[in-house]
């Protein structure tokens, strides 16, 4: 027997408790709310060969970064899955692929797939992740073009509306990206994959004010034991980071983001704000070593070869801290990943960690031997524009170091022509002050 989902798909069950609990928990899985692990625990509980009850459990565990388990709940779903229907055998297929970290192989299973099946949610959702952190040049132009076609399946869906508004605003398209994130918002308000798009909108136009009062709006009302809490976090603390409201921004690390429950938000974004406190010359950098081996101890639990995104982050943390056991490990993967092909292990990710670890050093002619070869590549380790430019900002404040003030003004000017922000004009100034002088 089967029973549709909201998006008109069947689940091979006779629980009718057990698809309501699995839909409860695909939503909240969607919109990044709190709870989603509950109810697929519940309609496990109410039907425990619910195959994709188990994927959702595996997704979970990807979010967390918690490999072990993501593999366990693909594992369950692979077995449950044999007697259900073609859609939901695809499924498990395609999701076990990616959770595998065969994204290849994964994405082209969910690019067959969803020709036939488009409305299958989970599945583009974590297909469009794994595009963005896939490694490819044009992995923003791609996801798109993935999102996108898929338009007319959806209509005025909530959760499309705010995953095309992240590709959206990934490209520049902010008011179709905003006007998309509002009607999501008005249709599903606990929606934080909407917030998210907005306030990046607000980073990316510099309504930097704007953004900080809209998200603590935001914030004041979203549980803190949603996943997700950690990066919005991260963003209000970005917020005030420009504002230079620097202690404000340590409140936030150190209340929202460093003891957060999802650790591998916790240590990603952690570090990105730590560092920048260090480029910033700010207390809170470089000094706050024991926050450095928290972030350290929480890379050991989630950094994972394979996913470079963390990995360069995991970077960042044991190099801040000095533990350079940890950081040889990771340099190690990293080769040992591009030994085996991977697509910007060696010739992306592992200049961006060996150029942080010259940096934490002090040797910042070495971190620019390292980082200027790839500056024209590093957003192809993934994340958003606000993420991966933490590095152009390395080379900025390498730069400075060295009094190469032609070369500092030269990359700054670059990022001006992006968004103005008051710490590449703070830079801009310095730099043209040195020249002067």
Request: proline share 3%; aromatic share 8%; glycine share 8%.
């Amino acid at each position: 027997m089967t029973i549709d989902d909201r998006y008109g798909l069947p689940v091979t069950t006779s629980s009718h408790v057990a698809v309501d609990r699995f839909q409860e928990g695909m939503d909240r899985l969607l919109s990044f709310g709190p709870g989603a692990e509950e109810c697929f625990v519940a309609a496990l509980e109410a039907d425990p060969a619910l195959a994709v009850a188990h994927a959702g459990s595996a997704l979970l565990a990807v979010a967390q970064g918690d490999a072990a388990a993501a593999r366990a709940a693909a594992g369950k779903a692979r077995e449950a899955v044999a007697g259900a229907t073609r859609r939901e055998r695809q499924h498990v297929e395609a999701l076990s692929a990616l959770v595998a970290g065969e994204t290849a192989r994964g994405l082209a299973l969910v690019d067959e797939h969803v020709a036939e099946f488009p409305r299958d949610a989970l599945l583009v959702n974590q297909a469009g992740s794994a595009i963005g952190f896939s490694g490819r040049s044009d992995r923003e132009q791609w996801r798109l073009t993935f999102i996108e076609r898929l338009a007319p399946a959806y209509g005025d869906d909530w959760w499309f509306q705010s995953a095309l508004a992240f590709t959206y605003h990934e490209v520049d398209r902010f008011e179709e990206s905003r006007r998309l994130s509002e009607r999501s918002l008005a249709q599903y308000p606990g929606n934080a994959n909407a917030s998210h798009n907005l306030t990046h909108i607000h980073f990316e136009t510099l309504d930097t004010d704007g953004g900080a009062a809209f998200l603590e709006r935001w914030l004041a009302g979203y549980d803190r034991r949603a996943s997700f809490h950690c990066h919005l976090a991260w963003h209000l603390a970005m917020f005030e980071l420009h504002r230079g409201r620097y202690a404000r921004a340590i409140e936030i690390f150190e209340r929202d983001i460093v003891g957060a429950v999802n650790p591998r938000l916790a240590m990603i974004d952690g570090s990105a704000l730590l560092w920048r406190f260090a480029l910033d010359g700010e207390r809170g950098g470089s000094e706050r070593r024991a926050a450095w081996r928290s972030l350290a101890d929480l890379a050991g639990r989630v950094s994972r070869p394979g996913f470079v995104f963390g990995e360069i982050h995991a970077a960042l943390a044991y190099a801040s801290c000095g533990d350079e056991a940890a950081l040889g490990k990771l340099i190690d993967g990293l080769r040992a990943l591009h030994a085996k092909g991977h697509p910007i292990a060696g010739t992306v990710a592992l200049p961006l960690a060996l150029g942080s670890a010259a940096f934490v050093a002090g040797d910042h002619a070495a971190a620019l031997a390292h980082l200027e070869p790839v500056e024209g590549e590093i957003h192809r380790v993934g994340g958003s524009h606000a993420q991966w430019e933490l590095f152009e900002e390395t080379m900025v404040a390498c730069y400075l170091a060295l009094e190469q003030y032609d070369a500092a003004l030269t990359l700054v000017q670059r990022r001006l022509q992006r968004r103005a922000s008051p710490r590449d004009l703070r830079w801009r100034d310095q730099a043209s002050a040195g020249l002067a002088a």
